[in-house]
């Protein structure tokens, strides 16, 4: 009996050391899996995402047709860094890498990029892997991390230009309008699953993720050697990923993107492998709405660009079209980017010249629904009289008004040709008022990038004529007319990005063989015209009421917040919830929570996520939430664009607001 006992004791204390020394083993081996994969493998926290029925308020563009094929239509980019069929067999990351070894997750796509702000869709013919709106298939891109091409997953025009609100359980959906995507976090997620997935095929017990991965993306080619060498690739994917992140100066958030940073960043560069033109981002924006845009004589917030087709192009080459910037002269700058599709989307969105009818008949504003609390037209009323006296000096009369299409407000470009001579285009646009920053009194960041930042093009051949404001003195006057751009180390970012992309373009052309009466259509019969410094442009406020946050950086949650002399220090964004009375996004007593935490704090020193949702400091350089104000005062507050509205004032402007 007493020997039975011991060796019962001695069998114990066995076991015990035994499972010990597992667990320790399996610590050490993960821990230096870990470490040695050196990326963060937790991901951030995110708003829960709510399934809803859905409704599209104005899913038609030109020539009426369904919105389905403008969410999907390739650019000829690849925006996410790692092939299709890696993003498609993805699960969701655990909350906590040591999670993983227990259970399996949802797909990454269907479980995660919802509550990023992407919109899931079904499968459909146009859509058969069930991606959320605004990703697409680019083939043959080369990967770096896999050392060959594959297909890619980019995103599409309608990625950043496609938004939904949330109003008593539903959804609505609204072609044109700002994303809710925050793509900081998104490039954080993908990291922490692809991280878990590669410390998965280091640490593999029984059925892993790695091996679902695995199965999923190799399929009847899954053996030893093609697991091993899908091993590898993550490996060496990851270490790319987590050279090229990015230097974060201003957070951007759900709903804003610094997009002309960004697009600079991966033009010269990542697209020229030279890491002294990188600038940190510092001027994000609310991604704008499109509707109308097509017939606006300049476009971007600053209203820099002239060219419908240099616009679209310059975009799809800064979300990751490929494009050669070392090859020899005669080949330099091919690219990938699917200039088919984009003049396709551009018919889409703005048809045809509406000069005849007087009425737009491509993508239209979306009208306020009968579901959201009908619209006092008296009040309404009130507020058309106060939007004539206070807001079309700069946002011109509204469009339903027949002021709005007089001569004052559709007029011919005219310019000056490479050979000298007069011209102007054959078509009037709208002339948008452009309004300069000590006028409207606007956070200045985003309208200084093109202005102040430089770039060094030294040996990329950029040397071309570019279109742009150059004074002529005798007459007091400034003209639109070609001067020659060359390279240098100090390029002015501006007009180097225009050429670059006008270069892009004219490669094309070439290589396709386009004659010059097809180009100028596909131009949208107009010249690649640039501007940089002019200030903000204030557009048409046609569907205003759907594109919430406000101003340019989308600092101010709500439109009556807009019309007050006093705003938020803190606004939330990540919330989709429309508010229908104060006219934007839902503000949470989350805002008032964080406000009273963090109010005495240095914006240096505050948080800029709570429970998943950003919440935006207007303290913050870039962020500021400054002019455009209505007030009385005539000192000590620049920006000052009208008077100070009475509470009667502003809800009836509002009111009428969500007529337009």
């Not at 990023?116 to 058969?128: A, R, T």
């Not at 891109?141 to 599409?156: N, S, W």
């Not at 240099?310 to 005669?330: C, F, I, M, Q, W």
């Not at 180009?519 to 107009?526: A, H, S, T, V």
């Amino acid at each position: 009996m007493l020997f039975s006992r011991i060796s019962q004791f001695k069998w114990s204390i066995g076991s015990v050391l035994l499972v010990s020394l597992v667990v320790i083993y399996f610590f050490i081996k993960i821990t230096g899996a870990i470490d040695s994969i050196r990326y963060a493998l937790t991901p951030p926290e995110l708003p829960q995402y709510a399934p809803l029925d859905v409704d599209y308020l104005n899913d038609s563009g030109w020539p009426n047709e369904s919105s389905e094929w403008f969410h999907y239509a390739s650019q000829g980019t690849a925006t996410i860094p790692v092939p299709y069929n890696w993003l498609v067999a993805l699960e969701a990351p655990k909350s906590k890498p040591w999670l993983l070894f227990f259970g399996k997750e949802d797909d990454f796509v269907a479980e995660y990029m919802p509550r990023l702000g992407f919109i899931p869709q079904q499968p459909s013919s146009e859509n058969p892997q069930g991606l959320p709106i605004g990703i697409a298939k680019t083939q043959s891109i080369y990967f770096e991390g896999i050392d060959r091409k594959a297909t890619a997953a980019g995103f599409t025009c309608a990625a950043c230009h496609t938004g939904q609100m949330t109003y008593e359980n539903k959804r609505y959906i609204v072609d044109g309008a700002p994303a809710t995507t925050d793509l900081g976090l998104f490039t954080r997620s993908l990291g922490a699953a692809l991280g878990q997935t590669l410390l998965s095929s280091k640490v593999n017990i029984l059925d892993g993720r790695f091996d679902r991965f695995a199965r999923k993306v190799l399929g009847s080619n899954d053996n030893i050697l093609t697991r091993n060498a899908l091993k590898e690739n993550l490996d060496k994917t990851l270490t790319l990923l987590g050279k090229n992140s990015d230097t974060i100066n201003v957070t951007e958030g759900f709903s804003r993107l610094d997009a002309l940073n960004r697009i600079g960043n991966q033009v010269f560069d990542e697209d020229m492998a030279r890491r002294s033109n990188y600038s940190a981002i510092n001027a994000p924006v609310n991604y704008p709405h499109i509707w109308t845009t097509s017939w606006f004589d300049w476009v971007q917030y600053d209203g820099s660009i002239m060219q419908p087709l240099t616009r679209n192009a310059g975009e799809a080459l800064g979300v990751a079209s490929y494009v050669d910037t070392s090859g020899p002269d005669k080949q330099r700058f091919a690219s990938s980017v699917d200039y088919a599709n984009l003049v396709k989307m551009e018919e889409w969105i703005g048809g045809t010249h509406p000069s005849q009818s007087k009425q737009f008949n491509g993508l239209l504003a979306p009208k306020w629904p009968d579901e959201f609390p009908a619209i006092n037209r008296q009040v309404a009323n009130e507020g058309k009289n106060l939007y004539r006296r206070l807001c079309q000096g700069c946002h011109l009369p509204t469009i339903d008004n027949d002021a709005f299409w007089t001569p004052e407000h559709w007029q011919k470009i005219s310019y000056i040709q490479s050979n000298g001579t007069s011209a102007k285009t054959d078509a009037a646009y709208i002339n948008l008022n452009i309004i300069e920053l000590g006028i409207i009194g606007t956070d200045p960041a985003q309208a200084m990038v093109l202005q102040t930042r430089t770039v060094d093009t030294t040996g990329l051949n950029l040397n071309d004529d570019v279109c742009t404001w150059v004074d002529k003195p005798a007459s007091g006057k400034s003209w639109l007319t070609y001067v020659p751009l060359e390279d240098s180390a100090t390029s002015n970012f501006g007009l180097a990005l225009g050429a670059f992309v006008q270069r892009t373009n004219q490669q094309w052309f070439k290589q396709n063989y386009i004659s010059p009466d097809i180009q100028n259509n596909m131009e949208g019969q107009r010249p690649n015209c640039l501007q940089v410094g002019k200030g903000y442009k204030a557009r048409p406020l046609n569907g205003v009421w759907a594109t919430a946050p406000f101003l340019h950086n989308g600092s101010v949650a709500n439109l009556y917040d807009l019309l007050s002399t006093e705003r938020p220090t803190f606004i939330e964004l990540g919330n989709q919830g429309f508010d229908a009375v104060k006219v934007g996004i839902v503000q949470s007593l989350r805002v008032g929570k964080f406000t009273e935490r963090y109010e005495d704090e240095s914006y240096k020193l505050t948080p800029d996520y709570s429970d998943g949702h950003f919440m935006l400091d207007t303290r913050q350089p870039g962020n500021t939430n400054i002019g455009h104000w209505f007030d009385d005062k005539t000192s000590g507050k620049n920006g000052i664009v009208g008077p100070k509205l009475a509470e009667n004032e502003k809800l009836a402007l509002l009111e009428y607001l969500k007529t337009l």
